[in-house]
């Protein structure tokens, strides 16, 4: 299993600085933008957390292995 290699803390800075968070799981995906900076978060087992609607899902065990793919890149057409 792959392991976490971005904190709560960093995803949100990249999304505040205009980039694109993809989450991916085998069946779906997910584009986090600027507009869901603050989004994500840490457990207090210091597993990855992302908000979705009420709750918040689980983006890691608690020993840092995802159970998701993250890639973080900019949107089209922005300036980076």
């Known amino acids: 299993m792959e392991h976490a290699t971005y904190t ?6 990249h ?3 205009g980039g694109a968070v993809l989450v991916a799981t ?3 995906a997910t584009e986090y933008r600027q507009k869901h900076a603050g989004w ?3 457990a207090k087992d210091g597993a990855l957390l992302v908000q979705s609607g009420n709750r918040k899902d689980r983006l890691s ?10 890639r973080l890149g900019y949107p089209k057409g922005s300036v980076k």
């Not at 709560?8 to 800075?13: Q, R």
């Open 8 to 13: 709560a803390e960093e995803l949100n800075a």
């Open 15 to 17: 999304l505040l600085a």
């Open 26 to 28: 085998y069946t779906r």
């Open 40 to 42: 994500f978060s840490t």
């Open 61 to 70: 065990l608690a020993d840092g292995s995802l159970i998701v793919s993250i």
